[in-house]
């Protein structure tokens, strides 16, 4: 069975650019989450998408955003790019409902912003 | 508020056995989690428990819940070098109609020869 798969691997863009972050979960999972992980920063807890629709967001600027498509993968988005956006970007999926719902993450996207 | 605190680091020799704690503040915790994450890696489930539960034991790793002190511990059993990496203690509960997952920042366990 295929993990939580994420591109690009790595991306760098300048200050003030846009990027674009894709992410495919496991087969049968409708949940998807994403992380920031800055360094020296833990996880920090971005968006929540279930069935198409963002269920919770975490306390970002509104220049990030995302979108869940009918086959469950997901981009998120980050408009005028800032230096302190550099960091890596976990995806995670999970089934939705009763039980430990367990996060399975992929690998990560790390920008680098110039 | 919500938190979840674990010590930053901890070194241990190869052979001995690793500690790695963690404390919580919500009460209505379900699932209480540790993940791993290997450098340049994205974070891996070692293992969870439900808050019902006081122990629970996976081949060399066995984690303690004392719901009383809101306190969750993780030991590795003969630690070895590819233990090496940060582990993280993520706390659910719910909150209306939604879960939260609440993460500590991550203990760094170095292992050395």
């Known amino acids: 069975e295929a993990g939580v798969t994420q591109s690009p691997t790595h991306l760098i863009k300048t200050r003030g650019q846009q990027a674009t972050l894709r992410c495919s979960p496991i087969s049968g999972h409708t949940s998807v989450y994403w992380y920031q992980q800055a360094l020296g920063l833990g996880l920090q807890f971005l968006l929540w998408y279930d069935e198409g629709e963002e269920r919770n967001r975490g306390n970002f600027p509104p220049r990030f955003s995302g979108r869940q498509f009918p086959n469950y993968s997901s981009e998120l988005n980050v408009n005028a790019l800032e230096l302190e956006d550099s960091a890596l970007y976990l995806c995670?999926?999970?089934?939705?409902?009763?039980?430990?719902?367990?996060?399975?993450f992929g690998a990560g996207s790390r920008l680098t912003v110039l | 508020g919500e938190d979840v605190e674990q010590s930053l680091f901890l070194s241990v020799r190869e052979g001995d056995s690793s500690v790695i704690n963690c404390t919580y503040t919500?009460?209505?915790?379900?699932?209480l989690y540790w993940y791993k994450q290997e450098p340049g890696a994205g974070l891996q489930l070692l293992t969870y428990?439900?808050?019902n539960m006081d122990m629970k034991q996976d081949q060399r790793l066995t984690v303690l819940l004392n719901k009383k002190d809101k306190h969750l511990s993780l030991r590795i059993a003969d630690t070895q070098t590819g233990d090496s990496a940060i582990y993280f203690c993520?706390?659910?509960?719910?909150?209306?109609?939604?879960?939260?997952?609440?993460w500590g920042l991550g203990t760094s366990l170095a292992v050395n020869p």
């Open positions: 919500d009460s209505s915790s379900t699932y």
């Open positions: 993520a706390e659910r509960f719910n909150a209306g109609n939604n879960r939260k997952l609440i």
């Open positions: 428990i439900f808050s």
């Open positions: 995670a999926s999970s089934l939705r409902g009763a039980g430990a719902n367990v996060l399975t």
